[in-house]
Nanobody, 117 residues
């Protein structure tokens, strides 16, 4: 019942910036947390960041602390991931996530982020 729409992926030079956006629709009134995970080729999916929609508490993976910032727009049911000082190791498919307190975790289709050396 929860649907996620991701946008903002693309190609960027190392040291550059990119902004990802994710909007949740459907049964949004029970969504508690939204965030991002990523999966690089040949690697397992890993947590990147998430934010609590009520209150705004955030959590970041150690690999992105100080470089990425997650924010929210409650009125639009949207989360933004501002990615700064990107590294080639950040290259991955980035997936939006939304935790629904009733139905559980939901995943978007993913958006490709490529950081050139």
């Amino acid at each position: 019942q929860v649907q996620l729409a991701e946008s903002g992926g693309g190609l960027v030079q190392a040291g550059g910036s990119l902004r990802l956006s994710c909007t949740v629709s459907g049964r949004t009134f029970t969504v508690y947390t939204m965030g991002w995970s990523r999966q690089a080729p040949g690697q397992e999916r890993e947590f990147v960041a998430h934010i609590i929609l009520s209150g705004g508490g955030t959590t970041y993976a150690d690999s992105v602390k100080g470089r990425f910032t997650i924010s929210k727009d409650n009125a639009r049911n949207t989360v933004i991931l501002e990615m700064n000082n990107l590294r080639p190791e950040d290259t991955a498919v980035y997936y939006c996530t939304a935790y629904d307190t009733t139905t559980g975790q939901n995943w978007g289709q993913g958006t490709q982020v490529t950081v050139s050396s």
